[in-house]
């Protein structure tokens, strides 16, 4: 049996990789919640100027802009917002973990090293879909920015 002492380095590995699963979680809910400040502000800007910029005389060409830039910034904003329990790993199954220990339970340092190894694959593959969402955040992001910007240019009298 290996001493507690001796899985240092081990242990060290496992926990770097249990914190950094746990601030990509945490970054995943502060992505989210950010999205719905994005739905938000892009439907104030829609009530808010929508009503004036529609309402006269529409100038269709920058109408069609702002309500493509509405949409497009809550598409991507839904797509982040709705869940992926099956996307994302974050933590592991307590049977699963020790059927899949058992075999080396007398080794902790191996414990160690598996657990961080199997964290890291975790981590990776949660990577991959975070990216995803980023880019639909830009994008999201993207739209609000556009739909801001033409509302205001449609109330404007300086239009350009």
Same mark, same amino acid.
């Given at each position: 049996m290996?001493? +507690? ?15 950094a ?11 989210r *919640?950010? +999205? ?6 892009? *439907?104030?800007?829609?009530? !808010?100027? $929508? ?6 005389? &529409? ?10 830039? #509405?949409?497009?910034?809550? $598409?991507?904003?839904?797509? %982040?917002?709705? &869940?992926? +329990?099956?996307r #994302? %790993? #974050?933590?592991m199954?307590?049977? $699963?973990?020790y059927?899949?220990?058992? *075999?080396?339970? /007398? ?14 694959? !975790?981590? /990776?593959?949660?990577?991959?879909? =975070?990216?995803?969402? !980023?880019?639909? !955040?830009?994008?999201a ?10 509302? %205001?240019? =449609?109330? *404007? /009298?300086?239009?350009?």
């Open positions: 290996v001493a +507690t002492g001796e899985a240092l380095y081990e242990r060290l590995a496992y926990e770097a990789a249990q914190r699963l746990d601030k990509q979680e945490r970054l995943l809910d502060e992505l *919640s950010r +999205t719905g400040l994005l739905v938000a502000a892009a *439907s104030l800007a829609a009530s !808010f100027l $929508g009503r004036e910029a529609f309402g006269g005389d &529409p100038r269709r060409g920058l109408a069609l802009l702002a309500l493509v830039a #509405f949409l497009l910034t809550v $598409g991507a904003s839904v797509y %982040i917002l709705l &869940p992926k +329990t099956d #994302f %790993i #974050f933590a199954v307590g049977a $699963g973990l059927e899949g220990l058992y *075999s080396v339970k /007398d080794d902790l340092a191996e414990v160690y090293r598996r657990l961080a190894y199997e964290l890291d694959r !975790f981590w /990776d593959a949660n990577d991959v879909e =975070m990216q995803k969402l !980023f880019t639909a !955040f830009r994008l992001a993207i739209g609000l920015s556009a739909e801001v910007v033409v509302l %205001i240019a =449609m109330v *404007s /009298d300086n239009l350009l």
